[in-house]
């Protein structure tokens, strides 16, 4: 089981990208995919994560609004896209599996827990915003 | 909300072991054994060595030790090889399902 990213891209500021994530496994639906980001400055640092069922998401409150996290389970592809880049958006960008583990509650009502761990990582899309 | 803190660097000869911190706040380590840690070879993807505080995924070596104390997570490398030398992140569920890394360890093997 894999999670092969895009390739390097380079655009300029103002442009807009989309890049992606293709679950090679057979567990799309299964997993919730998140997506770091990873700077020399600011280390990791998590994004949002979004769930390939029903397309599910939550945002760092950092990024929200700044990207979109979106997917299409027909292919078992996940993407991350900008409308407006910035120059501060050069990065290299991971998608990462998050499982969900499921569990009763204290109410006895079967559920499950996501994104506190990620325990598959793609091997980064480098993306290079320069003028 | 702010990145967990880890000391920039960390450093030990083969065989010794070594301790890297991660502290957080009362809001994400200290509230949640939802505590992560992650290995990164450079120009690597990170791997996964740590979850739930003290668990290790199939295939980690049990040289690989994780605890937490309050608001205060470590990971610990012990009988120290080569093939540590990396750089090390801590990772935790946050309030309000977020999730937070540190800022990073780079682990030197002398």
């Known amino acids: 089981v894999q999670l092969v990213q895009s390739g390097a891209e380079e655009r300029k500021p103002g442009e807009s990208l989309k890049i992606s994530c293709k679950d090679s496994g057979s567990s799309f639906t299964s997993n919730w995919i998140g997506w770091v980001r990873q700077t020399p400055g600011r280390g990791l640092e998590w994004m949002g994560i979004i769930y390939p069922g029903d397309s599910d998401s939550r945002y760092s409150p950092s990024f929200q609004g700044q990207v979109t996290i979106s997917v299409d389970k027909s292919i078992s592809t996940a993407y991350l896209q900008w409308s407006s880049l910035k120059a501060s958006d050069s990065a290299i960008y991971f998608c990462a599996r998050s499982p969900m583990l499921f569990y009763y509650d204290s109410d006895n009502r079967f559920t499950y827990r996501t994104g506190d761990v990620f325990d598959l990582w793609g091997q980064g899309t480098k993306v290079t915003v320069s003028s | 909300q702010s990145a967990l803190t880890q000391p920039p660097s960390a450093s030990g000869s083969p065989g010794q072991s070594v301790t890297i911190s991660c502290s957080g706040t009362?809001?994400?380590?200290?509230?949640?054994?939802?505590v992560s840690w992650y290995q990164q070879h450079p120009d690597k993807a990170p791997k996964l060595i740590i979850y739930e505080v003290t668990k290790r995924p199939s295939g980690v070596p049990d040289r690989f030790s994780g605890s937490k104390t309050g608001n205060t997570a470590s990971l610990t490398v012990s009988g120290l090889q080569a093939d540590d030398e990396a750089d090390y992140f801590c990772?935790?569920?946050?309030?309000?399902?977020?999730?937070?890394f540190g800022g990073g360890t780079r682990l030197t093997v002398l």
């Open positions: 990772g935790s569920y946050a309030d309000n399902n977020n999730f937070l």
């Open positions: 009362s809001s994400d380590v200290g509230a949640y054994d939802y």
